[in-house]
């Protein structure tokens, strides 16, 4: 009786050590290339990966989120080989090398049934301080403004602030969601609802405005005038090499910016 | 002799194990101080917990408005769960027919295993634009939110409470009948009182789950930094404020956000201490 016991303790803590064991040991080699960052990024860094992984079907070009800080953090302690940003690095992560690989304008966006299309910058700064807090005062229906804003330090919040808000605070009132997706979801749903995202990311479900008349559209951001423009970058941990180096020169190709431009992405060589 | 040697052996191996994982525990603790600490000396602690404004990127760093968010949450999700858990478990153990407790018991055991992101798009894709629709405000509101967590701490509620009842002496319940009270009448005047620690405890660990809940929230409370004055607004919890913000954070912002962990570390020790106090005390 007492032997069996026995077996059966020992046969479970054989399997509970089998299980780590094979756990810890199988930690994978690290095979291929690890981008991880911005998730404004991410997804024209898939499109990116897939494509030079079609060319080179030998090699791995893994491609995670997690935000822009997460992405420069994963670089500094190698975690990844390169780190997708979408916003410019802060003082204390200038020893990094940074590449920027495109432009990418921001959108405001609203529901497709308002019948507002168009805001001028000094309105648009309004709405998000809170000041304007009713779309009849900007010449839209009798309804509460719903705003939708990007979580602190994020790369989207901070270029919209430099360049939208200047010293104006977002309003604390204000919804926060933690991605594009997010905000464009919730901007679809809710008539009331204004918001802003990346211009690549914009699809039917929302509606997309001019700014002082001017559409967000590659001729007028190339052109200049479509203002609210951002670089995203690609940081590296010292001088890029190896795999993470030819991947780099594939997405600065022309044939990978053409790419990124049919997705609305501004190229960095005209 | 060498059976023995071995049992020793076995039993110092398990030792170890079950030590590794309370050490794990102990890591995450340190960890969790070590990173978070430093800010709260440098802001103050009521500066930090009583602050009303949260804007890292200016150095703002109060988390009043989320220890608000985090309590009418709370409050809205037990509001719905106590009485519904109650009922349920109530049910379960003195009225359901075998048939049907075969039935029951699993599905509910089902409610707990439902990922909560799966709560979360439900909440956000069903319930958010009925109570946008129908109440008004964005939707994304502290209301939708304690909606769909009362549902959440359902299961929790249920099984303790029902265990609780379960284990009455069947005397009390002979005894309450015998003395010529109804069946609802011995219920409620003798088997629920008499079960009162248990059920206490099932309550508390139900609002351990929904202050710790973050997947659902995020996606549901629409995560704004105000203190919320209307079931209809938008609220911002510890955990979320957590869940949202740690993947751009750096620098203090970061530190700030493991403070926060800080804070709900200790509401979560407080209850879990509570419920296994209660629990403890067999009679109520």
Redesign the interface.
Known sequence: MKADLMKFHLSWILIFIAVISSIVGCQRRQAGVTVAGSTSVEPFAELLAEEYMLKHPESHIYVQGGGSTAGIVAVKTHAAHIGMSSRSLMSDEKNLYAVTIAKDAIAIIVHPENPITDLSLPQIQQVFSGMIRNWNEVGGHLRPIVLVTREEGSGTREAFQKMVMEKEEISLEALVQDSNGAIRQVVASDPNAIGFISLGLVNQTVKALKISGVEPNLENIVHGRYRLVRPFLFVFDGKPEGEANSFLEFVLSPEAQGLLQKEGLVTIRP | MI?EI??KI?EK??LL?AFSSISILALIAIFIFGEGLPLIWKVGLKAFILGE??????GSFGILPMIIGSFWVTLGALLLGIPLGLACAVFLSEWTPPLAAMFLRPAIQLLAAIPSVIYGFWG?VVL??LV?NYLGG???SILSGSLILGFMILPTIISISEDSLRALPPTYKAGGLALGATHWQTIWRVLVPAARSGIVASIILGMGRAIGETMAM??IL?????IPTSFLD?A?TLTTNI?????????D?RQALFATGIVLFFIIMILNSLAIFLSRRRTG
Request: net charge positive; no cysteine; hydrophobic share 45%.
């Open positions: 059976l071995k049992e076995v191996i398990l194990i404004r949260w804007v890292p990127s200016q956000l958010v634009p946008r964005p939707g994304l995020i996606m629409g995560n704004a930094v105000k938008s911002r869940g949202i913000e740690m993947g751009y954070a750096s620098g912002h």
